[in-house]
Antibody, heavy 117, light 112 residues
Framework: ELQLVQSGVEVKKPGESLKISCKGSGQSFSSYWIGWVRQKPGKGLEWMGIIYPGDSDTRYSPSFQGQVTISVDKSISTAYLQWTSLKASDTATYYC??????????WGQGTLVTVSS | QSALAQPASVSGSPGQSVTISCTGSSSDVGGFQYVSWYRQDPGKAPKLVIYDVTYRPSGVSYRFSGSKSGNTASLTISGLRAEDEADYYCCSYTPNPPLSYVFGTGTKVTVL
């Protein structure tokens, strides 16, 4: 069975950069899409974008295009979500999720990112 | 991309059925058979309960069923149990831009 394990809690200051990760195991990492989903405190799920590790084909939600970068290192079965300059409004839990057989059938445990001065 | 519209909350007594609606447009829900539903318990990651409008993944109770009519998809939970209390989200494929998805606003299911 496919498993996704995300990196741990992050506490950052506005303007700092950040890269969080999502490591897949249990299935060929290059054979399924990995998506990222944001959930602000007490709010709903927002789809951010998706990447195919096989060829790094990446698609972004218009709401997140230019705000974040999604990447992958298939040699270590890991997808990434990164920011160059964090804002307080980026405070949220970020989930990675696979589109293995169906969207989104397996989820990481979530990474809480807190941005505060 | 606007979030798909769901009722903020629905409630029912044990044993009853509840239905959650998910309204989009012909560019997402109405245009494709690619609506999925997720339940999310507090502090936990979402879990897939319905995919491709009507299909249940292995391990999901038969009490969960999905349907679609026009631009509105629905999730029905029959034989409501206390353990069904959670937040539920719909999600639809949309090709604008290509290979994109949009989530619903979320519905809190309360078992009275």
């Amino acid at each position: 069975e496919l498993q996704l394990v995300q990196s741990g809690v992050e506490v950052k200051k506005p303007g700092e950069s950040l890269k969080i990760s999502c490591k897949g195991s249990g299935q060929s990492f290059s054979s399924y899409w990995i998506g990222w989903v944001r959930q602000k405190p007490g709010k709903g799920l927002e789809w951010m974008g998706i990447i195919y590790p096989g060829d790094s084909d990446t698609r972004y939600s218009p709401s997140f295009q230019g705000q974040v970068t999604i990447s992958v290192d298939k040699s270590i079965s890991t997808a990434y979500l990164q920011w160059t300059s964090l804002k307080a409004s980026d405070t949220a839990t970020y989930y990675c999720a696979s589109r293995f057989r169906w969207p989104f059938d397996f989820w990481g445990q979530g990474t809480l990112v807190t941005v505060s001065s | 991309q606007s979030a798909l519209a769901q009722p903020a909350s629905v409630s029912g007594s044990p044993g009853q059925s509840v239905t959650i609606s998910c309204t989009g447009s012909s560019s997402d829900v109405g245009g494709f058979q690619y609506v999925s539903w997720y339940r999310q318990d507090p502090g936990k990651a979402p879990k897939l309960v319905i995919y491709d409008v009507t299909y249940r993944p292995s391990g999901v109770s038969y009490r969960f069923s999905g349907s679609k009519s026009g631009n509105t998809a629905s999730l029905t939970i029959s034989g409501l149990r206390a353990e069904d209390e959670a937040d539920y989200y719909c999600c639809s494929y949309t090709p604008n831009p290509p290979l994109s998805y949009v989530f619903g606003t979320g519905t809190k299911v309360t078992v009275l």
